[in-house]
């Protein structure tokens, strides 16, 4: 399979799903919705609920491929992607489920290994990233990916480490300019 | 490895700024700060888009399920029920847009506004702004502004009509919190009365509401374009 003639395609699909070709949405969907199911089910965990999202994604994804902008670099999949995860949080966040997740779940969730298709790995920096976050302190750690995967905030953080606002700030945005530090190396 | 110390200038603390957004680990207050920044800041809208790149690699350790068959099928309904959204109306517009030339066809649009400004007694700063769909779109409304006379007129360019929604103009401050001027039409001019004096460093903005207006008195719909102001 040639990884970089599908993502073209991938683009090729959403530039017309920005002039309004429906088929070029079902191509996308197609290509892409068991990832951003994946994606939906992890955050929402809720079989329903996920549905919901992905319907609300999709036509997302018709009224806004006209902002993807492959110029500036970023990978369809990315774009797309990091949509579901957004739209997602949003979604757990109206429901207001995510305060009673304790912070440890992000923890336990196992990583599955990497995805076979490459092309739905977003940047084919996965492995990069697995390293970089295991280089930061276990517990911080947890809270990046509570933020990331279960809407946890930094109130809602503090709250549940039992630490103050400031410091769970000052963790957190350290350990964000560590991450991008080792990421660039 | 090195650890980064504290944000210590402006350029680090939008940097910081900027992850903490893509993370989602603020708070609403900052948060919306942080939503209008996107909207009305190219560079910082940049670096948030990265953090999101970077911060998509997470994404990858989960396993794809398939998505239930039911799926499609109601999002092929969801899109009948769009139908007339502006936002893809913007995009379809942008390829006719960018054939003639903007500025030309820009600058009409200024001087057809100026045929409706009201005559002033003697000459007052007047600023005009060209409010234009995010990443370089066309253009879809010139404002033309008279501070001392608490008036604005907003002049339809390339807006398309979507029944059942109200255009709506916004004043967004530095302080990045938007400020409603009024409801304002899809297809032709019309003159919206404000209280507060602009300074001339904010921005005008656009977005799609229920109609009469967002009940919120904040943008609950689409913000489809901004522009800055500038003097005449």
């Keep these: 399979m040639d990884v970089v003639a599908d993502r073209q395609q991938l683009t090729l699909a959403l530039g017309r799903v920005a002039a309004g070709d429906q088929a070029a949405l079902q191509q996308v969907y197609r290509q892409t919705s068991a990832k951003l199911f994946g994606i939906c089910l992890r955050i929402l965990g809720d079989r329903s609920e996920a549905e919901d999202a992905l319907q609300d994604i999709y036509l997302t994804v018709w009224r806004r491929a006209g902002a993807f902008d492959a110029e500036r670099g970023v990978s369809p999949i990315t774009w797309l992607a990091t949509l579901a995860r957004n739209r997602a949080i949003d979604r757990l966040r109206a429901s207001k489920a995510h305060l009673n997740r304790p912070i440890d779940a992000a923890a336990e969730t196992p990583d599955a290994a990497p995805l076979a298709d490459a092309v739905l790995e977003s940047e084919g920096t996965y492995a990069r990233m697995q390293g970089c976050i295991g280089e930061l302190e276990p517990e911080t750690a947890r809270y990046i990916r509570a933020a990331f995967f279960d809407g946890h905030t930094y109130a809602t953080l503090a709250d549940a480490a039992g630490a103050p606002l400031g410091t769970m700030k000052s963790w957190i945005r350290r350990a964000l300019m560590r991450l991008r530090s080792c990421l660039e190396r | ?232």
Aim: proline share 10%; aromatic share 4%.
């Design chain 2, 1 to 232: 490895m090195s650890d980064l110390g504290p944000p210590t200038g402006p350029e680090d603390s939008d940097e910081v700024l900027a992850a903490e957004y893509a993370l989602g680990v603020l708070d609403p207050p900052e948060r919306d700060v942080a939503e209008r920044r996107v909207l009305t800041d190219p560079t910082f809208a940049e670096r948030v888009d990265d953090w999101r790149a970077r911060l998509a690699a997470l994404l990858d350790g989960l396993a794809p399920v398939a998505a239930p068959e039911g799926v499609w099928p109601r999002i092929v309904e969801g899109l009948g029920a769009l139908g007339n959204v502006v936002e893809l109306r913007l995009r379809r517009s942008l390829v006719i847009w960018r054939s003639v030339s903007a500025a030309a066809a820009s600058a009409a649009a200024v001087l057809a506004i100026v045929a409706f400004m009201p005559r002033a007694e003697k000459p007052a700063p007047v600023m005009t702004s060209e409010i234009a769909a995010a990443n370089k779109g066309p253009v879809v409304y010139v404002a033309m502004m008279d501070p001392a006379r608490h008036r604005v007129i907003l002049q339809p360019v390339s807006m398309t009509s979507t029944p059942g929604r109200s255009p709506e103009l916004w004043l967004i401050g530095a302080d990045g919190k938007p400020v409603a001027i009024g409801v304002a039409e899809f297809g032709k001019p019309v003159e919206l009365k404000f209280n507060k004096t602009p300074t001339g460093a904010e921005l005008l903005a656009v977005s799609i509401e229920p109609v009469g207006g967002s009940p919120t008195g904040q943008p609950t719909g689409p913000v489809v374009a901004t522009g800055k102001l500038q003097l005449l």
